[in-house]
Structure formats: structure tokens, C-alpha cells
């Protein structure tokens, strides 16, 4: 069934660590002149990767377990502060996934909010003492117009991440 609206029942929301995912790296990427829906990523060149790494202001950052609740928990607060509804999260060691039914609020300031929200309960809980953000830049916002396409996205989110990471860090 289609939503015949211009409201998305939902929206997939990605963002990723900082320094995680470059610009010639293996698994491909995208830019703004190649981010089609479901169109070939960028090749992976050695070279290219080199020189983003380059550019890197900082090192790479990574979540550890501690780090992962606090996002998952800055998620949720703001979820429920706003009257969303959190459909699916998954917080990876270097990216964020969550299925959120946001109404007619713009995806791109929901994006925004989740990562500032993020960022100060990180803080708060004394895992992020950077005056720097430890997210890259934007993000991914999809937006979910029907029963089916909230399905995927959310079994995607909560099965399809690889195993369950554990809530210690060696």
C-alpha cells in the first residue's frame, strides 16, 4: 500500500563516524554527483583514500561499547522528547542506523538534532571531550513511504548489521 501523502511514514536515517569512510576506500562511495538510489559507488583507489586520509583534522573515530549506549540512550531521549517514533537502532562501532517516524518534521533537521543530541550525551557522560564533533559530515536520509519499505528498512537496521557487538571492550 502506497502512502499518498508528501509526509514518509518513516525515514532510515545513517550517519557515520568521523575519518571511518573516505573517499577511495574499498567498499566504494558516493558523492554529490554519484548518489543515485541503487546506481554503482565510486571505485576504490588506493591513492585517492591516501590523500583523504591526508586531509583527516583528526584521527578516526571509533565507538566502544560505553559509547554505543550513550548514542543509543541520546536516540531514545530524543525520541521520546519529541513524539517520535523510534521503529529501529542499531549504533555500530562506526556508524549509527535508526528507523524513526518523524511526521512532518524535515529529515535533514531531524539528522541534525540526532547527532547534536548524540554528541551532548556523549559529553555529558564524559566519553567525548573534543570540541569537535565525532560525526562526518551530513548523512543518509531515506525516506520510507510505505508498510514494506519500513519493513526492510527496519530488518536491515536490527538483522543485517553483522553479530551482536558485545557490551565489553578489550
Known amino acids: 500500500m502506497w502512502n499518498d501523502t508528501d509526509i514518509p511514514l518513516a525515514v532510515f536515517f545513517?550517519?557515520?563516524?568521523?575519518?571511518?569512510?573516505?573517499?577511495g576506500d574499498e567498499r566504494g562511495s558516493v558523492d554529490r554527483n554519484n548518489n543515485i538510489y541503487r546506481s554503482p559507488r565510486i571505485q576504490s583507489n588506493s591513492n585517492w583514500k591516501k590523500y583523504n586520509q591526508k586531509l583527516l583534522l583528526h584521527p578516526p573515530v571509533t565507538l566502544d561499547a560505553a559509547s554505543r549506549k550513550s548514542v543509543e540512550k541520546a536516540i531514545r531521549d530524543l525520541c521520546d522528547k519529541r513524539g517520535w517514533t523510534l521503529l529501529a537502532i542499531n549504533i555500530r562501532t562506526n556508524h549509527v542506523h535508526a528507523v524513526i517516524s518523524v511526521g512532518a518534521k524535515k529529515p535533514k533537521d531531524v539528522l541534525i538534532a540526532l547527532k547534536a543530541n548524540a554528541t551532548r550525551?556523549?559529553?555529558?557522560?564524559?566519553?567525548?571531550?573534543?570540541?569537535?564533533?565525532?560525526?562526518?559530515?551530513?548523512?543518509?536520509?531515506?525516506?520510507l513511504w510505505n508498510e514494506k519499505s519500513i519493513w526492510e528498512a527496519c530488518n536491515y537496521v536490527t538483522n543485517e548489521?553483522?553479530?551482536?557487538?558485545?557490551?565489553?571492550d578489550w
Not at 121 to 143: I, V
Open 14 to 23: 545513517t550517519f557515520r563516524c568521523y575519518g571511518t569512510w573516505l573517499h
Open 121 to 143: 550525551q556523549l559529553r555529558e557522560d564524559g566519553l567525548w571531550m573534543h570540541e569537535h564533533t565525532p560525526w562526518a559530515d551530513k548523512g543518509s536520509k531515506r525516506n
Open 161 to 168: 548489521q553483522g553479530d551482536k557487538l558485545p557490551d565489553f
